[in-house]
């Protein structure tokens, strides 16, 4: 069971659009669509953002959305704010009743 | 509200069993709409999943971490609880517990609500 795969860093300038890849096998990413996204700032727990690949909870913004593509999830957010710079973290079920997270992204607003 | 806090020590010697324990607020472990999971941070790293129970009392477990794990839940006092031997400095995280929000699904992996986290140091 390894982690999936993210960049270790993206950037963007506010207002830009940026995108933020979790790559996994068709053991995971690519045989369900249960992905998950989550944002984390410095010293606070993680956030829910996006789940069921495209899906946001109540109260978050429709700036943050998600996708799939083959082993490939993506979470794109546009309009960028300087409260969105952050660590993003993939989350993904695994064929036998597991999970598995990504490495996490650092996101640097310029 | 729904809140998770978690509890224990925060330094364990390496080669003894770290116990943690997760007690919720707000709402009932008791629901077949949750499953109820461990998450942990090494400093500086990624999230790692640990494992999950459901209300049935049914484990999910990391396989790696399966032989050294024990999730197991107090319906009773609305709580659940980890427990990790044999632990090494590898061990060292902020460890979470976290509600897994079913969505229908077995094990879906949407964590919505986190407790603030405990960091847990393994001195040699």
């Known amino acids: 069971q390894s982690a999936l795969t993210q960049p270790a860093s993206v950037s963007g300038s506010p207002g830009q659009s940026i995108t933020i890849s979790c790559t996994g096998t068709?053991?995971?990413?690519?045989?369900?669509?249960?992905v998950s996204w989550y944002q984390q700032h410095p010293d606070k727990a993680p956030k829910l953002m996006i789940y069921e690949v495209s899906k946001r909870p109540s109260g978050v913004s429709n700036r943050f959305s998600g996708s799939k593509s083959g082993n490939t999830a993506s979470l794109t957010i546009s309009g960028l704010q300087a409260e969105d710079e952050a660590d993003y973290h993939c989350?993904?079920?695994?064929?036998?009743?597991?999970?598995?997270f990504g490495g996490g992204t650092k996101l640097t607003v310029l | 509200q729904l809140q998770l806090q978690e509890s224990g020590p925060g330094l364990v010697k390496a080669s003894e069993t770290l116990s943690l324990t997760c007690t919720v607020s707000?709402?009932?472990?008791?629901?077949?709409?949750?499953?109820w999971g461990w998450i942990r941070q090494p400093p500086g790293k990624g999230l790692e999943w640990i494992g999950s129970?459901?209300?049935?009392?049914?484990?999910y477990y990391k396989p790696s971490l399966r032989s050294r794990l024990t999730i197991s839940a107090d319906t009773s006092k609305n709580l659940f609880s980890l427990k990790l031997s044999s632990v090494t400095a590898a061990d060292t995280a902020v460890y979470y517990c976290?509600?897994?929000?079913?969505?229908?699904?077995?094990?879906?992996?949407?964590?919505?609500?986190w407790g603030q986290g405990t960091l847990v140091t393994v001195s040699s």
């Open positions: 129970i459901y209300y049935s009392g049914r484990t």
């Open positions: 989350c993904s079920y695994v064929a036998g009743a597991t999970l598995v």
């Open positions: 707000g709402g009932s472990i008791s629901t077949s709409d949750y499953y």
């Open positions: 068709s053991s995971d990413v690519g045989n369900y669509n249960l």
């Open positions: 976290a509600r897994d929000n079913a969505w229908g699904w077995e094990l879906p992996g949407s964590f919505d609500y």
